[in-house]
T-cell receptor
Framework: DGGITQSPKYLFRKEGQNVTLSCEQNLNHDAMYWYRQDPGQGLRLIYYSQIVNDFQKGDIAEGYSVSREKKESFPLTVTSAQKNPTAFYLC????????????FGQGTRLTVV | AQSVTQLDSQVPVFEEAPVELRCNYSSSVSVYLFWYVQYPNQGLQLLLKYLSGSTLVKGINGFEAEFNKSQTSFHLRKPSVHISDTAEYFCAVSDLTNAGGTSYGKLTFGQGTILTVHP
């Protein structure tokens, strides 16, 4: 079945450590996105990528980094510079950067202790 | 910049009652509108979308929404809810945004409405 796979579902890390969240899609979509979700705040865009080897900062990129070396993969690294990293992270994709219908993965809940 | 306001953070309702979840957006230019549903600890699933055409849009699970351009609203309705409809619902607006010299369709989400259906 086609879809978006995020792993792991739950992740615990110590404060000060970098951590990488995985996102893989087999939908042959060009565009991929990372969102952060906090209670009562909806979803906020961290980074997006319209094509391979290209990505742009979203609204809350500070303390995060991404790469897009393959069309199907868009990993997100939460660095130690992110002041409040504990959150639910959602990866999404769409057919193209112009497409407005996004498909979402199941999310990764990151807890930093 | 776009903004989306979901007027109710929580909506409790009894099973088989009708429900309306309200959504207003800021832009007066052409936009695309979406409603997504999220069950606990899961991703978002598309309920319905308005791109153009008829202002009444039907989606999955018996939901429908009406696009009202003059009031910049896109309220979600269901005539009779079930226990299984208990979830968080997000309204989203998309338009083309320029960044880094290119255009892309950017989704802006509302804060979410938690619908709780009681037996």
């Amino acid at each position: 079945d086609g879809g978006i796979t995020q792993s792991p579902k739950y992740l615990f890390r110590k404060e000060g450590q970098n951590v990488t969240l995985s996102c893989e899609q087999n939908l042959n979509h060009d565009a991929m996105y990372w969102y952060r979700q906090d209670p009562g705040q909806g979803l906020r865009l961290i980074y997006y990528s319209q094509i391979v080897n290209d990505f742009q900062k979203g609204d809350i990129a500070e303390g995060y980094s991404v790469s897009r070396e393959k069309k199907e993969s868009f990993p997100l690294t939460v660095t130690s510079a992110q002041k409040n990293p504990t959150a639910f992270y959602l990866c999404a994709s769409s057919i193209s950067g112009y497409s407005t219908e996004a498909f979402f993965g199941q999310g990764t809940r990151l807890t930093v202790v | 910049a776009q903004s989306v306001t979901q007027l109710d953070s929580q909506v409790p309702v009894f099973e088989e009652a009708p429900v309306e979840l309200r959504c207003n957006y800021s832009s007066s230019v052409s936009v695309y509108l979406f409603w997504y549903v999220q069950y606990p600890n899961q991703g978002l699933q598309l309920l319905l979308k308005y791109l153009s055409g008829s202002t009444l849009v039907k989606g999955i699970n018996g939901f429908e929404a009406e696009f009202n351009k003059s009031q910049t609203s896109f309220h979600l309705r269901k005539p009779s809810v079930h226990i299984s409809d208990t979830a968080e619902y997000f309204c989203a607006v998309s338009d083309l945004t320029n960044a880094g010299g290119t255009s892309y369709g950017k989704l802006t989400f509302g804060q979410g409405t938690i619908l709780t259906v009681h037996p």
